[in-house]
Each structure stands twice: as C-alpha cells, then as structure tokens.
C-alpha cells in the first residue's frame, strides 16, 4: 500500500492545519489507517486512527482538538488538526494496517509558541 501524505506546514499556537493521506488502492479493505507523529528525541506516537467500519481512536493529548475522517471514495484520510499548541510540532506519519504494516512519508508540522 503506497501512502501519499500532505499538508504539514508552519502554524502559530492556536491555529489549524489539515493533513491528508491519500492510498494508491482502495482503501474500505484496510483493517486501520491513521496517522502518528515523532518529536525530535522521542518515540513515534500514535495519534489518531479510524478502523475499516469507521470507529476512531485518539491519543488522550489530542481528543477535543483533532478529528479523523476517511473518504472512500478519495481514497483517502485526513487529519483535522484544531487548538495547536507547540508540543504538537513533529513529524506526521500516514500508517496503514492490512497484510502487513505500511508507513508513508513523514510530513512536517511546526507549531510556534
């Protein structure tokens, strides 16, 4: 499964950004896609994640702020990112669950105090 994502950029604290990940295949086969993000010094984490029947999950640090949505149809996912704040800043990973574990290319998100 090839992860095409977009969207990472430069906000100040309390604004917004959207991240898209789009699949090169059709996308209701897979078991989760998601997204997770790794802070310079840190391990990746999970973020956000919605599962082929469309249950979300969400890390406790992003509930309220961030909302995962899929569209079949695009094949794709997005991720709404609301409120942020500079511990958000990291790199963004697209991840996909089916045979196996697939990763897209991180997308940068840089959130200024």
């Known amino acids: 499964v090839q992860l095409q994502a977009s969207g990472g950029g430069l906000v100040q604290a309390g604004g917004s950004l959207r991240l898209s990940c789009e699949a090169v295949?059709?996308?209701?086969?897979?078991?989760?896609m998601g997204w997770y993000r790794q802070a310079p010094g840190k391990e990746r984490e999970l973020v956000a994640t919605?599962?082929?029947?469309?249950?979300?999950n969400y890390a406790d640090s992003v509930k309220g702020r961030f909302t995962i949505s899929r569209d079949i149809a695009k094949k794709r996912i997005d991720l709404q990112m609301n409120s942020l704040k500079p511990e958000d800043t990291g790199t963004y990973y697209c991840n996909a669950v089916l045979d196996g574990e697939y990763w897209g290319k991180g997308t940068q998100v840089t959130v200024s105090s």
């Open positions: 919605i599962a082929r029947f469309g249950r979300t």
């Open positions: 295949r059709n996308i209701f086969s897979i078991s989760t």
